[in-house]
């Protein structure tokens, strides 16, 4: 019995750091890229050039890189023009703010 709570203990603790991790991931966009960052490093970046528009919508197929667990009032829909999966989603904090941000480096 007591390994079980050992093994719930750690499954708990594990759980609550990776929840604790992805609420870390921060969203950059500079002159060339919109960046997917964790600290320092990239895990992800899009070209600019390769973004065809931005909005709010949510489709079926996509490639999520969330940071919170509550995204339905924080969806950013990034539409790729080239690649396998062509929608990219992300989460910012104040997406109204961050998709004029991202609509004036496209323009």
């Avoid at 093994?7 to 750091?17: D, E």
């Avoid at 528009?53 to 490639?63: G, I, L, S, V, Y």
């Amino acid at each position: 019995m007591k390994e079980n709570i050992g093994v719930f203990v750690g499954i708990l603790v594990w759980g609550t750091f990776l929840y604790w991790l992805v609420t870390r991931i921060a969203y950059v966009v500079d002159d060339q890229y919109l960046r997917v960052m964790l600290w320092r490093l990239t895990l992800r970046k899009v070209s600019i050039s390769d973004i065809a528009f931005a909005d709010t919508a949510t489709p079926f197929w996509n490639e999520h890189w969330c940071n919170t667990a509550f995204v339905m009032k924080r969806i950013v829909r990034i539409r790729r023009k080239t690649g396998w999966i062509k929608n990219f989603i992300i989460t910012p904090a104040n997406r109204e703010e961050f998709l004029r941000c991202l609509q004036s480096r496209l323009h």
